[in-house]
């Protein structure tokens, strides 16, 4: 049964720093991984899509990792603002039937002003 | 286009009356999936679906009920709603395995 584990838990940082957010997977058999983003009270807005056979992707001071060998991904925002405060989410869909995704339990992010 | 529109958006029951939360997308995707999100437990799945006319069981789907009669709809039923059942409810499409899922805004339920 694949399980996805985001470390860490919380982080709380100032404005303006760069910082990396974890994702591990336990089954590399995967066909992509994808990163969202949850405010407070709302939806999932997904942020990058990254597929099995890609390595990174990128979207303004976001870049996405994936290391499917070693069952890793890396979330990285650079000259972190207030405004991206949220929960960060990794979830996979496996090889196995259904297009299910697994996600972990997520980053909280405070970034402080 | 809308992308995937949940009614909706909060609603309270009473323990054992039944609901329809409604879930609809408009952009002609086969894969379409519940979700219920509490805290601590994290995003889990309820039930899912492959194309109109399929749907399977997720992790946790007893006291739910689906169907996909068209590829624009697919309702979740409640049957004999539970305290248990309180949560954030989650409807999320995707057109195949490669190009990932849109979630809709989410159904806040709470049954007392």
């Known amino acids: 049964k694949q399980e996805v584990t985001q470390i860490p838990a919380a982080l709380s940082v100032p404005e303006g720093e760069n910082l990396v957010l974890n994702c591990s997977f336990t089954?590399?058999?995967?066909?992509?991984l994808q990163w969202f983003r949850q405010d407070p009270g709302k939806g999932l807005t997904s942020l990058l899509l990254?597929?099995?056979?890609?390595r990174e992707q990128t979207s303004g001071r976001l870049n996405a990792s994936l290391d499917k060998s070693s069952g890793r991904s890396t979330l990285y925002i650079a000259a972190s603002q207030p405004g991206d405060s949220a929960t960060y989410l990794c979830?996979?869909?496996?090889?196995?039937?259904?297009?299910?995704?697994?996600f972990g339990a997520g980053t909280i992010l405070r970034v402080k002003s | 286009n809308a992308g995937v529109t949940q009614t909706p958006k909060f609603q309270v029951l009473k323990t054992g009356q039944s609901m329809t939360l409604q879930c609809a997308q408009d952009?002609?995707?086969?894969?379409m999936s519940w979700y219920r999100q509490d805290p601590g437990m994290g995003l889990r799945l309820i039930h899912y679906?492959?194309?109109?006319?399929?749907?399977d069981q997720g992790e946790v789907p007893n006291g739910y009920n689906v169907s996909r009669s068209t590829t624009e709809d697919f309702p979740l039923r409640l049957l004999s709603a539970a305290p248990s059942q309180t949560s954030v409810y989650f409807c999320?499409?995707?057109?195949?395995?490669?190009?990932?899922?849109?979630f809709g805004s989410g159904t806040r339920l709470t049954v007392v």
């Open positions: 952009m002609n995707h086969e894969y």
């Open positions: 990254i597929q099995s056979s890609q």
């Open positions: 999320a499409s995707s057109p195949d395995r490669f190009r990932g899922y849109t």
């Open positions: 089954d590399s058999a995967i066909y992509n």
């Open positions: 979830a996979v869909i496996g090889a196995e039937g259904g297009n299910k995704l697994v």
């Open positions: 679906s492959v194309g109109a006319g399929i749907t």
